[in-house]
Structures are given as structure tokens and as C-alpha cells.
């Protein structure tokens, strides 16, 4: 097992369009996290979920954001009709919860630009 | 809501020598977890440290201590003989003892080690 992947690494787009971003946890890792890191800031959460559950969404997540994780294994991320402030890192993380502590391990996380 | 603070957006330490970045964080709870996270240049973030709240003793890891300060809601992270490898951003980042173990990242501090 080499990681959490994420893919693409990098992405550029125009303004209006639509994307979608992969992330590969972590085999066997339950909880999968999405995070958005804007430059000069610190990781912020977006949404999470148990196996194929999301079970919460940042207010960050406007409605053009939508988060799968079919089966429970790896999940997407989409952002329709891109706008510039999207513009950041996002990262992937994923856990196995076993009692209260769960380490998270993160992905090298994908950049988008969008222009 | 739980916050964390880095006021430190940059720090130099010369090879071999120690540094301090510093923490703070405010949150009601009693019980919590606090890490550490190291972001190398285009990679990903990876875990330096924990610290879990319920424990007095300060946490260790090899070149790496904290010195965490509950009643001040301080954690600190040592660094001992600095090498180069160890420039990265730094994350601190506050975890909540139970529910979405979603992080929480202060704003980072960009450590630059100087040969």
C-alpha cells in the first residue's frame, strides 16, 4: 500500500467550467475527509464521510460542491461552474477508526487553478 | 467553535541548533487531541506528533518534543539539531476527542533551516 492518491496533481481551468477530482485511500481506511487549503492557510475542513456515508458538510461546500464515495472506497470531488476564488489545494485524507483515535494520512493533494 | 493560532508565519534556525514554533488554540472541551504536521514542499503533509489532552506528559518523538500547557492552551513543538530536511511548513492542528475527528489547522509556520 503505497498511500492516499489523489488525481490529478494539477489542474487548470477556465472559469464556468466543471471539474472533478479523485482521491484512493488508504485500503481498509473507513473514514475518508476532503480539506481545502487556500495559499497561506492551514487546511480547512469540507466534508467527510463514513464507509459510502457523508455524514457532514462544511458551510464551506457551496452548492456547486458534491462529494461521492461509492462503495466506500474511493471518492470524488466535483465543483461545477467553477469560479476563481475555487482556486486552492485540495487534499484528501482517510483514517481506519478504531476507539477515539484515528490517525489521519493525507494525500499529496490535487492544485487547482482556475483562470 | 475551536480555533487554532500559529503567530509565527516564519522561522530560521541554523543546522544543529533548536527552534520553538508556537501554538495556541481555544476550545471549551476537556477532552482533545493535538498534532503537529509537517508539509515538505509539493509533498504531502505527514504526522510529527501528538499529544493527547488527558495526558500530562509532554509528548516525544526522536528530534521532536512539545511542550504542551493545558490550563494555557499552549502546545509548542521542539525541534532538537535541526537538519535540513526538517524545513517544511508547519501545521498545528486540534482534534476533537470524539464526533468527525475533523481537524482544525492553525495558519502554518514556514521553517527555513540554514546550512
Known amino acids: 500500500d503505497t498511500g492516499v492518491s489523489q488525481n490529478p496533481r494539477h489542474k487548470i481551468t477556465k472559469r464556468g467550467q466543471n471539474v472533478t477530482f479523485r482521491c484512493d485511500p488508504i485500503?481498509?481506511?473507513?473514514?475518508l475527509y476532503w480539506y481545502r487549503q487556500t495559499l497561506g492557510q492551514g487546511p480547512e475542513f469540507l466534508t467527510y464521510?463514513?464507509?459510502?456515508?457523508?455524514?457532514?458538510k462544511s458551510r464551506l461546500l457551496s452548492d456547486r460542491f458534491s462529494a461521492e464515495r461509492p462503495k466506500g472506497s474511493f471518492s470524488t470531488l466535483e465543483i461545477q461552474r467553477t469560479e476563481q476564488g475555487d482556486s486552492a489545494m485540495y487534499l484528501c485524507?482517510?483514517?481506519?477508526?478504531?476507539?477515539?483515535?484515528?490517525?489521519?494520512?493525507f494525500g499529496p493533494g490535487t492544485r487547482l487553478t482556475v483562470l | 467553535a475551536q480555533t487554532v493560532t500559529q503567530s509565527q508565519p516564519e522561522m530560521s534556525v541554523q543546522e544543529a541548533e533548536t527552534v520553538t514554533l508556537s501554538c495556541t488554540y481555544d476550545?471549551?472541551?476537556?477532552?482533545?487531541?493535538l498534532f503537529w504536521y509537517k508539509q515538505p514542499p509539493s509533498r504531502q503533509m505527514i504526522l510529527v506528533i501528538r499529544?493527547?489532552?488527558?495526558?500530562?506528559q509532554n509528548a516525544t518523538e526522536n528530534r521532536f518534543s512539545v511542550n504542551f500547557q493545558k490550563a494555557a492552551k499552549s502546545f509548542s513543538l521542539k525541534i532538537s539539531d535541526s537538519q535540513l530536511g526538517d524545513a517544511a511548513m508547519y501545521f498545528c492542528?486540534?482534534?476533537?476527542?470524539?464526533?468527525?475527528?475533523?481537524?482544525?489547522f492553525g495558519t502554518g509556520t514556514r521553517l527555513k533551516v540554514l546550512a
Open positions: 485524507a482517510s483514517s481506519l477508526v478504531i476507539g477515539s483515535y484515528n490517525e489521519q494520512f
Open positions: 485500503s481498509e481506511h473507513n473514514r
Open positions: 464521510f463514513q464507509n459510502e456515508a457523508q455524514l457532514e
Open positions: 476550545t471549551s472541551e476537556s477532552d482533545y487531541y
Open positions: 499529544q493527547e489532552a488527558y495526558k500530562q
Open positions: 492542528a486540534y482534534r476533537r476527542f470524539s464526533g468527525t475527528y475533523k481537524y482544525i
